[in-house]
């Protein structure tokens, strides 16, 4: 692909190589989360992919994502497997104990942004992370609800205004996620 890796984008940057602003961050989530989405609830049969890590998604030059590296992926729902793949635990358990203090939520930002990024899409998006690290796999929400909180976090335009060292919104709208619960979603089934 044209630009590589959103792994390459992440980690390792050259000096002269800018971070990914937010609003590309969050436009790349919720193009991942709508390729999980299709794959998990569109295709026939439905694949659980179980390899979703920054150097399995490559972008074009529109900085669209596009999911790669199969090797881990099952056909069918019943084949879904509640363990995690290798790396993936060590995120996981790294971010779990800073869900717990609000305090802590800008350590998960990426340290490249400098703090360039909103307070309130990043309070978001991590609402979104933490349903999804629910231990109980009935406890997380379903790929759609994600990829409606994703959208609509990717919809909201920010720009940083380097006199007062913050980001505006370039747009209104609700303040909800589009989620049927903010908090927590109860859905019976795996997402």
């Known amino acids: 692909m044209p630009l590589g890796s959103l792994e390459d984008h992440l980690h390792d940057l050259p000096l002269d190589k800018e971070p990914l602003d937010w609003n590309t961050r969050m436009k790349i989530a919720a ?33 669209h994502p596009k999911l790669s590296d199969f090797g881990l992926a099952k056909l069918g ?9 290798p790396g993936e635990q060590n995120l996981v358990a790294w971010a779990r104990p800073l869900f717990k203090d609000r305090r ?3 350590k998960m930002a990426n340290p490249l942004l400098q703090g360039r990024y909103p307070m309130r899409g990043l309070y978001q998006a991590l609402a979104v992370a933490a349903m999804c690290l629910q231990e109980q796999a009935a406890t997380r929400p379903l790929i759609g609800d994600v990829v409606t ?15 007062s060292s913050s980001y505006q919104s ?3 709208g609700p303040s909800t996620l589009g989620l049927k619960d903010d908090r ?6 795996p997402g």
Do not use: C, M, W
């Open 31 to 63: 193009g991942a989360a709508k390729g999980l989405e299709y794959l998990h609830d569109k295709a026939n049969p439905p694949v659980i992919y179980r390899d979703l890590k920054s150097s399995n998604i490559l972008l074009d030059e529109g900085y």
């Open 77 to 85: 729902r019943k084949a879904i497997d509640n363990t995690r793949a």
């Open 104 to 106: 802590k939520f800008p």
């Open 149 to 163: 909180a994703l959208t609509y976090l990717a919809s909201q335009t920010y720009e940083y205004d380097p006199d």
């Open 170 to 172: 370039n747009r209104g």
């Open 184 to 189: 927590r979603i109860r859905t019976g089934q």
